[in-house]
């Protein structure tokens, strides 16, 4: 797994990822994005020193993405591509992703996001408390 800085040319893939409709199903605003709005956030993001966006790739395919939001706590989201769900990617995106940013890191992950909860506990991650339909989870610093 390669996990490198996010550039421009990766806006479209995020966009795509991220209308896909498992995805909106998981993430806390489950609206469709539009390209002019997406755009415009990606290009915010990567300009915001507050914000780490990371591309993992595997043998030249870009898998998914991972993001830090940097701020009185760090609070990280990710993003599967939907063709390379059930590889074991998500992990590994997690995994890389912390060794960049490191820290103590927060997730929100949706109550019945499954593969989600496993997955970031296998990181690392302990529940701290249940929010209105989603769990707060908290991996310690190194």
Known sequence: M??????PDDARDVWEWRNDPLTRAMSRNSDEVAWAGH???????????????LIGEVGGEKVGMVRFDHGPETEVS???NPACRGRGYGLALLQAGIAQVGGEIFAEIKDDNLASRRMFERAGFQFVVALEGRGRYRRPAD
């Open 2 to 7: 390669i996990c490198r800085a996010a550039t």
């Open 39 to 53: 755009e415009a956030w990606f290009l915010r993001t990567l300009a915001d020193p507050a914000t780490t966006l």
């Open 78 to 80: 990710i993003n599967v």
